[in-house]
């Protein structure tokens, strides 16, 4: 059995910065694209970012420039910069790899 466990989330003021991990059971991270999603309050799960294996990387319009994703295979786990972070950024952050996702951490961004 996988399990994911996010980690990093709080209250951070607007312009702040957080980071935040996936750490996986086993080594699954190294051998499949990983993810990172968000649910706002009263909105749809939203993808984020993805890393593939590689190391190659992608981002949603509404981060791109702002956060980072990054793995560390001998760790097993995958981090997400976030910085310059905005009102709007509030929501509970996921982590999926293949079928397997994490039980989120809550990030609320406000003054």
């Known amino acids: 059995q996988v399990h994911l466990v996010e980690s990093g989330g709080g209250l951070v003021q607007p312009g702040g910065s957080l980071r935040l991990s996936c750490a996986a059971s086993?080594?699954?991270?190294?051998?499949?694209?990983t993810y990172w999603y968000r649910q706002p309050p009263e909105k749809l799960r939203e993808w984020v970012a993805w890393?593939?294996?590689?190391?190659?990387?992608a981002y949603s319009n509404s981060v791109r420039g702002r956060f980072t994703i990054s793995r560390d295979n001998a760790a097993s786990t995958v981090y997400l910069q976030m910085n310059d972070l905005r009102v709007d950024d509030t929501a509970v952050y996921y982590c999926?790899?293949?079928?397997?996702w994490g039980q989120g951490t809550q990030v609320t961004v406000s003054s």
């Open positions: 890393i593939h294996t590689g190391g190659k990387s």
């Open positions: 999926r790899a293949g079928d397997f």
């Open positions: 086993g080594n699954i991270l190294s051998g499949t694209t």
